[in-house]
């Protein structure tokens, strides 16, 4: 069985550089030395342009015969990787982070949380183009106590996939969420 | 009666009625009578039926915290509060999002929505901001005065900017005798190494203001922490 890899740019404007980097063809053939045979893109919302960015950045794959793509390709099984695109969906942590080896996400607290409530292997890319943002922080925090990995820059999104492969990584643990009904109920 | 008497005796008025605010202030502001010991709460225990709490759902990543807390409460506590939403126009994402959490409860039917105007624009001029917060504020008075039964027994926020007009409203009823609000603050997870400037205003009035990261707990008083809430 190999492994899967979801990546994810969450549910609000399109991530499109984390979107190019895992559609490159040496992070693809990193990722098929790591045991991966299938990988999952969540887009985002902003359809069709999203998709047709997603489409352009397969595209520009298609030399690399050994990696099959949802774009027109019925043999997948002849494949070593199997890509697939798909725009944000309501079910997406169900039916794919839930199933997931490794999460590759967006800096986004919605899309960090997922992944670690279901003690996902993951790596946060940290989109420097969003000003004023709590994301590096809450990245980096998260990464103090050794849940996640996360990259500053895009670049270094394949040397962090290792780094969390190699890594025994801690668990954040059930939310404690229910603490907040005590509280109302202390003040009543 | 000379000029020096009405003097003393507008004087002595407005230091009565100083003092008679003062005094009220200090009973009713969380931040002075506060005490670290609170009573203990049994596993089994639920929030009595027909308390009242009103929720702020401030927009993307905040309406996201608040459905994420609200989703650990037992159900039986879910159903038995009478729950006002608060969302402001044009945040349809919110409102659908917290609809699909109360289809899923018996009582959702009774749940109210009030919708505000919308405090601030991304990337709006600071002038029509201003003039926008003041609208919106405005609306949130007319909407307490016009239906006292809004007031709620607890105000439940987790930021951003529209919960400080609401807390300080609601804080003010409290002050001249409307209503017993308990206010819960529940500090964002982004918020990392310092409170956000809506915790900070929020925080003398909160009766609980609770935070995601240990570091906040020890650098204010009175932040609670209990780990990651969310």
């Known amino acids: 069985m190999g492994k899967l890899l979801v990546v994810t740019t969450g549910a609000t404007a399109t991530f499109r550089p984390l979107i190019a980097a895992t559609l490159d063809a040496k992070f693809l053939r990193g990722i098929v030395k790591l045991g991966y045979n299938r990988m999952v893109v969540q887009y985002g919302t902003e359809v069709p342009i999203s998709r047709q960015f997603y489409e352009n950045c397969v595209a520009q794959l298609a030399e690399l015969k050994y990696i099959g793509v949802d774009v027109g390709s019925s043999r997948l099984e002849h494949y070593k990787l199997v890509v697939e695109g798909i725009p944000y969906d309501p079910q997406f942590v169900e039916r794919f982070v839930k199933l997931a080896d490794l999460v590759v996400s967006h800096g986004g607290t919605g899309s960090i949380l997922d992944a670690l409530r279901l003690e996902k292997k993951l790596v946060v890319v940290i989109n420097e183009s969003l000003m004023d943002n709590h994301q590096l922080e809450i990245a980096e925090a998260f990464s103090n106590i050794g849940v996640l990995v996360y990259a500053s820059d895009v670049n270094e999104l394949l040397e962090k996939v290792h780094e969390v492969e190699n890594t025994t990584m801690a668990k954040l643990g059930p939310s404690v969420g229910g603490m907040v009904e005590k509280v109302i109920l202390q003040e009543l | 009666m000379d000029c020096d008497t009405e003097i003393t ?185 310092n409170l956000s400037i809506s915790g900070k205003c929020i925080l003398p009035l909160a009766d609980r203001f609770i935070v995601q990261w240990e570091k906040l707990a020890h650098d204010y008083n009175r932040c609670e922490y209990y780990g990651v809430l969310v």
Do not use: W
């Open chain 2, 9 to 193: 005796v507008i004087a002595s008025v407005t230091l009565l009625i100083g003092l008679v605010v003062v005094l009220r202030l200090i009973y009713c502001l969380p931040c002075v009578y506060y005490s670290s010991t609170k009573r203990t709460i049994d596993e089994a225990m639920r929030i009595p039926k027909g308390t009242k709490i009103m929720i702020l759902l401030g927009s993307g990543g905040h309406t996201g915290e608040m459905i994420r807390i609200l989703g650990q409460f037992s159900n039986d506590s879910l159903e038995n509060l009478e729950k006002t939403y608060v969302v402001s126009s044009g945040d349809e994402t919110s409102l659908l999002r917290i609809k699909q959490l109360e289809e899923t409860l018996r009582s959702g039917k009774d749940t109210r929505y009030i919708i505000l105007p919308r405090a601030r624009s991304v990337g709006e001029s600071s002038f029509s901001a201003l003039f926008n917060t003041l609208k919106s504020f405005l609306y949130t008075v007319r909407t307490f005065v016009g239906d006292f039964s809004l007031i709620p027994d607890v105000l439940l926020l987790n930021g951003p900017g529209t919960a400080v007009p609401l807390a300080y409203l609601v804080f003010f009823f409290k002050l001249i005798g409307l209503g017993h609000t308990r206010i819960v603050y529940v500090e964002s997870l982004a918020r990392v190494n």
